[in-house]
């Protein structure tokens, strides 16, 4: 977005609007984040905002300022269509293609509306009238931030607002350790921090909010790792049974990905999760360095994202599924051990 589409969405927001604000299916803390943060700012201008998930998210995501007032679509379908149905702007944040709403897809498709799109992810699609993507941004609530500062409104961050942005870059970022991260994002969150976000308290409710059956689950997730050393990956699978048998909760299996990672010498890692409600295999990718997960999940695995933060899908079993990848890494050995 140019600076005279900013003076364009700033007219837009001079008057009393609906607005809904979607995040992606199955949002994380970067999306209850963005488009809470989003809700916060544009109520405080006067307008009727509603933020609309396609459907429900983990539980230490539930104490954020805001979380009470999301409709759900998939448990409450008649109240959310008639919002978007109503709506004079719809505002679609961390994501980039409808696709990635699950069963709101096609109502999204068919709504005639102004569209604007907040989104960090490559390959946007064109369905919006004011489109702001920057796949080099941390997050997509960074670009709230920024979106808020160049309306003029920077002093209109009040300490909700600044809570929800820490927390989708806090977790986005992984704790500020990806490539991502710049001298900008750090001055940013500095800004937060002043502006009333607790860092501590933050950090404390998303990743000190373990259960019993969460931390047997990852010792599980660790019983499983592989390792292929000759292509320096690694990868976890965890069946439908190994869920079951652990009481697991969506957002149960964050950042498991990532201890894959952590092993000296793997550059990529993936976690592989069988999920029998939508018959598919769900796959969390991360790379270090020059290796895209991006492009690998795009050519794939049906997925896409960062260059090393992924996600993708499979249709084949879990035992198919990692015999496929297994069967794809020879094409990859070079990049992955250069």
């Given at each position: 977005?140019?600076?005279?589409?900013?003076?364009?969405?700033?007219?837009?927001?001079?008057?009393?609007?609906?607005i809904?604000?979607?995040?992606?299916?199955?949002?994380?803390?970067?999306?209850?984040?963005?488009?809470?943060?989003?809700?916060?700012?544009?109520?405080?201008?006067?307008?009727?905002?509603?933020?609309?998930?396609p459907?429900?998210?983990?539980?230490?995501?539930?104490?954020?300022?805001?979380?009470?007032?999301?409709?759900?679509?998939?448990?409450?379908?008649?109240?959310?269509?008639?919002?978007?149905?109503?709506?004079?702007?719809?505002?679609?944040?961390?994501?980039?293609?409808?696709?990635?709403?699950?069963?709101?897809?096609?109502?999204?498709?068919?709504?005639?509306?102004?569209?604007?799109?907040?989104?960090h992810?490559?390959q946007?699609?064109?369905?919006?009238?004011?489109?702001?993507?920057?796949?080099m941004?941390?997050?997509?609530?960074?670009?709230?931030?920024?979106?808020?500062?160049?309306?003029?409104?920077?002093?209109?961050?009040?300490?909700?607002?600044?809570?929800?942005?820490?927390?989708?870059?806090?977790t986005?970022?992984?704790?500020?350790?990806?490539?991502?991260?710049?001298?900008?994002?750090?001055?940013?969150?500095?800004?937060?921090?002043?502006?009333?976000?607790?860092?501590?308290?933050?950090?404390?409710?998303?990743?000190?909010?373990n259960?019993?059956?969460?931390?047997?689950?990852?010792?599980?997730?660790?019983?499983?790792?592989?390792?292929?050393?000759?292509y320096?990956?690694?990868?976890?699978?965890?069946?439908?049974?190994?869920?079951?048998?652990?009481?697991?909760k969506?957002?149960?299996?964050?950042?498991?990905?990532?201890?894959?990672?952590?092993?000296?010498?793997?550059?990529?890692?993936?976690?592989?999760?069988e999920n029998?409600?939508?018959n598919?295999?769900?796959?969390?990718?991360?790379?270090?360095?020059d290796f895209?997960?991006?492009?690998?999940?795009?050519?794939?695995?049906?997925?896409?994202?960062?260059?090393?933060?992924?996600?993708?899908?499979?249709?084949?079993?879990?035992?198919?599924?990692?015999?496929?990848?297994?069967?794809?890494?020879?094409?990859?050995?070079?990049?992955?051990?250069?």
């Amino acid at each position: 977005m140019n600076t005279s589409e900013f003076k364009e969405v700033k007219t837009l927001l001079s008057t009393s609007k609906n607005i809904v604000i979607i995040p992606h299916k199955n949002p994380d803390g970067d999306a209850i984040g963005s488009t809470l943060a989003l809700y916060h700012y544009l109520s405080g201008l006067g307008h009727k905002a509603i933020v609309i998930t396609p459907n429900d998210y983990p539980n230490f995501l539930k104490w954020i300022p805001g979380e009470s007032t999301i409709i759900k679509y998939d448990s409450d379908t008649e109240v959310a269509t008639e919002k978007i149905k109503e709506a004079d702007i719809i505002f679609t944040l961390d994501f980039n293609h409808f696709s990635r709403t699950g069963n709101m897809e096609s109502l999204l498709k068919t709504t005639d509306t102004t569209y604007i799109m907040i989104d960090h992810h490559q390959q946007p699609d064109d369905y919006a009238v004011y489109t702001y993507s920057d796949v080099m941004m941390s997050s997509t609530c960074q670009m709230i931030y920024h979106f808020i500062d160049n309306l003029g409104d920077v002093d209109k961050i009040t300490a909700d607002i600044a809570t929800c942005i820490y927390i989708g870059i806090m977790t986005d970022t992984g704790s500020f350790r990806f490539r991502s991260t710049t001298s900008t994002t750090h001055k940013i969150i500095a800004d937060l921090i002043d502006r009333g976000a607790n860092n501590t308290e933050i950090h404390e409710l998303i990743y000190d909010s373990n259960t019993y059956s969460r931390l047997q689950l990852r010792g599980v997730a660790l019983k499983n790792l592989k390792v292929l050393p000759e292509y320096k990956a690694a990868y976890i699978t965890l069946s439908q049974k190994e869920l079951d048998d652990h009481n697991f909760k969506k957002g149960d299996t964050e950042g498991f990905v990532n201890m894959g990672l952590s092993i000296e010498g793997i550059k990529l890692a993936l976690i592989f999760i069988e999920n029998k409600g939508e018959n598919i295999i769900k796959i969390s990718l991360r790379s270090k360095g020059d290796f895209s997960v991006n492009e690998f999940s795009r050519n794939h695995f049906e997925g896409g994202g960062h260059h090393n933060a992924a996600g993708g899908k499979s249709n084949l079993s879990l035992q198919d599924t990692v015999e496929k990848f297994i069967s794809i890494l020879p094409s990859y050995k070079n990049a992955l051990n250069s």
